[in-house]
């Protein structure tokens, strides 16, 4: 190992050892454009907005992608942005990358080519239709947005820009959940009977902790943003995700996971959710309000009925299982593949068989789409399906009500006053949705 090389992989480890850069720590050459790797002309310059958790595993995957250079972070939390911008400039041995708190600002005096955006979910629509506005490409975190109305918006905005977008769902470039798609696509199971997918249980515990002073490195104004405004109560850096303000708890955290692969499975024939209905349990003398268990049976487009139940509620636990004619398949991030007869594992897919998009690396994916401008594996439409579906359920437990969607249409077929506005929401001024 010669001293450049031993002195990035010591500087590099440095970082993951602060927590500040995930695995993989090693950032080749070429995608610091050094050692003339990468022409400056090349080069797909970035912009990371929200670095902290998963903006920081997903910054770490594309910094491993040939040409790809961070020159702008931006982060509300001063505190973790000082972090990242440090570890970037340690990167590339330069202080050229510069920090925002404010991405209007970001917008109105930088010009880059792509973004990464993870920020928490209350925030996606008003993110994404602003970097699209500016016709810059976006690999954003899933869900795709908060409300079905926003989503709307949201596709139309992205295809009218015609910018290249990765929504997060990563699952779509793990070989064996493509494999398990194809194999019901092209009918080794026989007829789909039904399809069960399990979401995580919801086990977060808080109580009614009292109203405090916000952290100082944060302006939390402008974290609430477009959400109603909270008193503070200590919840910020992940556990945003249990209060309906923000997110949708653990269905809306994994729909863009788990009922993702449900609906690429059958993306031939476009099913989608046409009639829902759900039940949920709720929790009291807690702040946290989204449920702690749900169960939603959905009648799909074509005829196939798709539970979406916490993992409860189901013998394979959490992932997604296809139930057959021919026996079950059962795919999962922990367990891999597993079926009802192992033969079903060994079908091969013949070559005039339906073959879906393959992706290996979803950072890669996204930067070659960026290259070639085609589509992504994981599209803005195909994240708008995913997080439809979970938010007919949440509308269907929060109502008590048998919700029908027209996909056609995309709206809701004669609902009621309470159903219709839980599919959308009005923004805390001065944002403008």
């Given at each position: 190992?010669?001293?450049?090389s031993r002195r990035n992989f010591l500087k590099n480890n440095a970082l993951l050892a602060s927590g500040t850069i995930l695995a993989p720590t090693i950032i080749p050459a070429c995608s610091r454009g050094k050692n003339g790797h990468t022409a400056p002309s090349d080069r797909i310059t970035?912009?990371?907005v929200g670095v902290r958790g998963r903006g920081n595993t997903n910054l770490t995957g594309l910094l491993k992608q040939k040409g790809v250079q961070v020159v702008v972070a931006c982060d509300l939390d001063t505190h973790f942005l000082t972090k990242m911008q440090n570890a970037i400039w340690s990167i590339y041995e330069n202080k050229d990358c510069r920090?925002?708190?404010?991405?209007?600002?970001?917008?109105?005096?930088?010009?880059?080519?792509?973004?990464?955006?993870?920020v928490p979910d209350h925030w996606h629509m008003l993110l994404y239709n602003a970097f699209a506005n500016k016709?810059?490409?976006?690999?954003?975190?899933?869900?795709?947005?908060?409300?079905?109305?926003?989503?709307?918006?949201?596709?139309?905005?992205?295809?009218?820009?015609?910018i290249v977008f990765q929504t997060g769902s990563q699952q779509r470039s793990m070989k064996h959940f493509r494999h398990a798609c194809e194999l019901v696509?092209?009918?080794?199971?026989?007829?789909?009977?039904?399809?069960?997918?399990?979401i995580p249980n919801m086990t977060k515990e808080i109580g009614i902790p009292p109203i405090q002073e916000p952290p100082k490195e944060i302006d939390y104004n402008f974290w609430v943003g477009p959400a109603e405004y909270l008193e503070y109560r200590g919840v910020l850096h992940g556990h945003w995700r249990w209060l309906r303000n923000y997110s949708g708890g653990q269905l809306t955290d994994w729909v863009g996971h788990h009922m993702d692969i449900a609906l690429w499975s059958m993306e031939a024939n476009n099913a989608e959710p046409v009639e829902i209905t759900g039940d949920a349990t709720f929790r009291e003398n807690t702040i946290?309000?989204?449920p702690y268990s749900f169960d939603i049976q959905m009648n799909m487009s074509n005829e196939v009925p798709v539970r979406l139940c916490s993992e409860s509620f189901t013998p394979h636990k959490h992932g997604v299982c296809w139930y057959g004619e021919n026996g079950w398949l059962y795919a999962s991030r922990k367990e891999g593949l597993k079926a009802s007869n192992e033969n079903i594992l060994k079908e091969v897919i013949p070559e005039n068989g339906i073959h879906l998009y393959e992706s290996g690396n979803h950072y890669k994916n996204f930067i070659d789409c960026v290259k070639s401008r085609e589509k992504t594996v994981a599209p803005v439409d195909a994240g708008f399906r995913s997080i439809t579906a979970g938010l007919l359920g949440e509308i269907a437990y929060l109502t008590g009500e048998t919700i029908h969607w027209n996909p056609i249409k995309q709206e809701l077929v004669n609902a009621?006053?309470?159903?219709?506005?839980?599919?959308t929401r009005e923004y805390r001024e001065p944002w403008v949705f």
């Open positions: 190992m010669n001293n450049t970035l912009a990371a920090a925002y708190t404010d991405y209007r600002e970001l917008l109105e005096k930088e010009s880059v080519d792509t973004a990464v955006i993870s016709k810059i490409d976006i690999y954003g975190e899933k869900p795709l947005v908060r409300k079905i109305e926003e989503g709307k918006k949201l596709v139309k905005t992205i295809e009218d820009n015609d696509a092209n009918g080794v199971l026989g007829k789909i009977e039904r399809i069960e997918v399990g946290f309000d989204v009621s006053p309470e159903a219709l506005a839980l599919s």
